[in-house]
DNA sequence: GCATATTTGTCCGTATGTATA
DNA sequence: CTATACATACGGACAAATATG
């Protein structure tokens, strides 16, 4: 049964169970599962079988997934149970608009040279992402790109209540056909955003907005092009 | 079945209201209440005696909890139960750090009329609270008015991330010690950044930010001049 | 420092209600 | 419509951690 695989990993993440709350450790492990895309959009999480497969008892794993349907990776459906998230088209637009507030205000204002160096590092990483082909790191950097441009605002309580902003798009990522191909075309994007951002230049928020258009653009298109074979959210 | 109609309206409206399950009713019960201040900052959640008054099982409070807790209101310490948020002095620096971010760009871009119409409204209820001096709601309405404000930016999903915000900023009006003076001095600031944004004045967001500055720093000096009593957070 | 009582964390069994084949 | 599977909610139980005297 090929649809067992999934939950064949999760007894295997079971060793990782160790420390702190039983029910904070399912949502971490459940988390890491939803974002590498284990388990993608629109599938439905079991409470018996993650119960059997991670060795905890149902009131831990519905704590569990309170949490990460808070977090925005689940949603939950009354009676119905809880299914990793489909963002929708009209979601994908909003998420844009939010990015777009945040990030342009934080390319917006002055920058102290610590907080800048985060971005360089980052950066750096997606680089060597890029040239040892790794797409799916590549991924994770171009996301971790924007969450330390988005730092620059100077707001560690902006930056959490942002988590689920990241995670949504993670699954948006997962959605489209070819996430590499994505990726690698705004790697160079992303560069001449933190240049302008060195440079001290005053036109890094235009710059930003129209990122953020053409970015939307391109996820809508993807979307728009696939038949949505999920269930509705 | 003509004479059944009404019945069926009432079922399916019973229906509606019912259709949250018991973990999120008594979170909204257990929010109410402490956005109301019937539990202040630092206050010890009981699970024993909530579960009794309020006749639900350990396992359902504890769901309930768990989402309070997502949403700012509540901390969790391991093993030894919830507390109602005590805001930091670093907390509150953050927390305005935050708005200054969303509240100034959502005043910097060009407004509809019909979303203006609602900071309108909002001005208006400030307006009747304080004329028949319910400090309560006029607490209320101050903060819709900013909830209001940052629905400029047109992202609903923004707004729902800055909830979080919003309750922890209850709770620091409830660490004051008269938040009826507090808000109604920030009544005339909120008219006069209304009549920059519909006079579109462009210098409403230097206004948002010597607002948002200001308010801080009375807050500050509030929490200040309090011998902090209260739990650690 | 120690023993006790209280509270939390977790699990189990089960009854009821809901959705779906 | 019936039957099955599943989610929801409850109460009891016990170990572990914490608070109290």
Redesign the interface.
Known sequence: MSANTVYEELVSARAKLEQ??R?VQVANVLREGILAGAFLPGSRMSELEICEALAVSR?TL??AF??LV??GLLVHE?NRGVFVRTPSES?VV??Y??R???E???VSRPHTPDRLSRVVSVMRDADAAAAAEDWVALGSHNISFHIAIVAL??????DT??T??WNEMRLVFHMISDPAAFHLGYLERNRELLEALQAGDSSAAKAMADYLDDAEHEVLAELNGRTTRHPAA
Do not use: H, Q
């Open positions: 702190s709350s029910s009131n519905r704590e309170r949490t808070e977090e009354l979601a909003d998420l608009a939010c777009r507030v945040v342009c205000a934080a605002n100077g707001s560690t309580r902006l209540l942002l689920p902003i």
